[in-house]
Every structure is written in structure tokens, then in C-alpha cells.
């Protein structure tokens, strides 16, 4: 087996910009990415994720909002019948929690993990969640 050339690419952190410096032709920090073209354990992450966190997540989250199309419709319904001066006071926001993977503790990150294993997975053995905690935590 011999994998592929290694390269780099650049993950843009526009969200570290204050946002008076949100404007064309500012260039955002990135934090650049290595990656081996076909390497021995190209995407691990999504093997782990299909295999077995998203549905622990699935289970451990059924009592939070999924995705879906209906903050969109409301929006849009909200939009077409109230007047101009009601909805300049309206505060929507969202929170995409996925976007903030690099801002939260590793260290946190395993102990929710370890959570929701305990909680939702009481089927998996101990050398099991031991082994996948060390594979999420690389």
C-alpha cells in the first residue's frame, strides 16, 4: 500500500473577525489542514460518526430540535404578514453548534461523550467505549 502526496489547504476562520472588520477584501486567519491524499485513515471521522455517534447522538439528543425547514417557513410567513415597524423589532437567531467543534474543549468534548455512552449505550462493553474514546480523542 502506498498512499497519495500529502498536501495543505486553509480552513478560513471568518468567525474570529470582529465584526466592524467583516467588510470585502479583509483577509480572515485560517489555520491550515493537513491531509494525505487517500491515506491509510481518510476519513475515520465519518466511519466513527456513521457507525456509531450518530445514532448514540440520535438517542442521547430525542429531546432537542432537529434540523428542520419550519424556523425557515415561519420566517418567510412572519416576513409576508407583519408590518415593517413589528418586525425591526423581532431578535431571531439560531445556534449551529457544529460550527463551534474547534472552540470546545477536548477535554469536554470526551466526558460529554463519555455522558451520553453511559447514559444511552449500557450495551457497549467497557473495553469497547474505552476504545472508542481513544480513537475520538486523536
Keep these: 500500500y502506498k498512499p497519495g502526496k500529502s498536501y495543505f489547504y486553509p480552513s ?16 480572515p486567519p485560517i489555520r491550515l489542514i493537513s491531509a494525505l491524499q487517500d491515506g491509510i485513515s481518510k476519513r475515520s471521522d465519518v466511519f466513527l460518526a456513521a ?7 440520535k438517542d442521547f439528543c430525542q429531546d432537542l430540535l432537529t434540523d428542520t425547514t419550519d ?5 418567510d410567513q412572519i416576513n ?20 463551534l467543534y ?24 467497557q ?3 474505552d476504545w472508542l474514546l481513544v480513537l475520538v480523542n486523536h
Aim: charged content about 30%.
Design 12 to 27: 478560513l476562520k471568518v468567525h474570529k473577525l470582529k465584526k466592524e472588520d467583516l467588510k470585502p477584501g479583509v483577509e
Design 51 to 57: 457507525k456509531f455517534l450518530r445514532s448514540l447522538e
Design 71 to 75: 424556523a425557515l417557513l415561519w420566517l
Design 80 to 99: 409576508k404578514t407583519s408590518p415593517k415597524n413589528k418586525k425591526m423589532q423581532y431578535k431571531s437567531f439560531t445556534f449551529d453548534f457544529k460550527a
Design 102 to 125: 474547534d472552540s470546545l474543549s477536548p477535554t469536554l468534548v470526551l466526558e460529554a461523550l463519555q455522558f451520553a455512552i453511559s447514559s444511552c449505550r449500557n450495551d457497549w462493553s
Design 127 to 129: 473495553e469497547f467505549q
